[in-house]
């Protein structure tokens, strides 16, 4: 069952993020700037409430996750705004995968948007935003 982390369990994600930008071909010194970066942000989306973050562990160990992420879209020409939620850093250890982790990771995800009462889900299947990053050389 994923679990919901804690600001204190980013740790975690950091973990899981560098193992995707590992297995995505990257080197150290592109690595390490964006974990710094992102586990900032990471932070800051959490502790303002616009994010949640759900670990997978298997035997103690964490094996993949899944992010959550509210956003405000404001319409071009219109004053309206609504709110949509997107899923974000799906990823599971590629030793894991195949056991149905991706798709509970994602269905957590995806219910915490919606009890959030976002409107829109945005979220790309997780192998297609693997081969995304592979294709790019690692970019994200």
Partial sequence: MAT???????????ALLQAKLVEAGLGAWEIEPWLTKAGARLVKDHHDGTCAYFV???EGRPIGMAGALLCEH????????????????????????????????????????TENSATVILATSPDAARRAVNSGGGKL
Avoid: C, N
Wanted: net charge positive.
């Fill in 56 to 58: 997978e562990f298997f």
């Fill in 74 to 113: 404001h319409s071009f020409l219109s004053l309206k705004t609504a709110l949509y939620g997107q899923v974000v850093d799906e990823y599971v250890l590629s030793s894991q995968r195949g056991r149905g982790f991706e798709r509970m990771l994602r269905a957590t995800a995806v219910a915490w948007i």
């Fill in 4 to 14: 919901r982390i804690t600001a204190s369990e980013f740790p975690h994600v950091i």
